[in-house]
Nanobody, 116 residues
């Protein structure tokens, strides 16, 4: 079992920045892929960004150049740095982790609201 705890969501104005954190209950070396997804009201959950242990990082076109994903192996934490936020970034952001065994886990989500 893995617990993922997100934090950092907030209400910000358009153009502002936030950093989301996802703290894992076990070493993230065991997670061959981690990432962030988001779900806006009335919409399906969508990929924001993912990263693999091999160093490959993938971003949704809508966030490229504005969001940056990083891992802190010492703290077992995944971060999502979000800059130049837009109202359309408003959503609940979920952390996701896939273990080397293939098991997948989700966090409880953190709300990001961007006002215009």
């Amino acid at each position: 079992q893995v617990q993922l705890v997100e934090s950092g969501g907030d209400l910000v104005q358009a153009g502002g920045s936030l950093r989301l954190s996802c703290a894992a209950s076990r070493t993230i070396f065991s997670m061959n892929r981690m990432g962030w997804y988001r779900q806006a009201p009335g919409k399906q959950r969508e990929l924001v960004a993912t990263t693999t242990n091999g160093g490959s990082t993938n971003y949704a076109d809508s966030v490229k150049g504005r969001f940056t994903l990083s891992r802190d192996y010492a703290r077992n934490t995944l971060y999502l740095e979000m800059n130049s936020l837009k109202p359309e970034d408003t959503a609940v952001y979920y952390c996701n982790a896939r273990l080397n065994t293939g098991s997948m886990y989700w966090g409880q989500g953190t709300q990001v609201t961007v006002s215009s």
